[in-house]
């Protein structure tokens, strides 16, 4: 009776782990074209906010430096 239980469990497991195993390798076809288009969702918008953040700094930039040039010259 013990060992019909445990090998039923064993079996089971195997059978299991197998249609798991199957799955992963199924479904690991797809996710590098998801994931690509993931992270070019994620680095656009992040892109331009550096953008724009680098036009605003050379900006404060000219601005400090007019002030500067400007102080030199009172």
């Known amino acids: 009776m013990k060992k019909r239980k445990a090998f039923l469990l ?4 195997v059978l299991f782990l197998s249609i798991g195993v199957g799955t992963k390798a199924l479904a690991s076809s797809e996710p590098v ?15 331009q906010k550096v ?8 900006e404060l930039e000219a601005q400090v430096q007019q002030l500067k ?3 030199n010259n009172n």
């Open 33 to 47: 074209i998801a994931s690509v288009e993931w992270v070019m969702a994620k680095i656009n918008p992040l892109s």
């Open 69 to 71: 040039e400007q102080a």
């Open 10 to 13: 064993i079996s089971a497991l």
């Open 51 to 58: 953008t724009s953040l680098e036009k605003k700094v050379s």
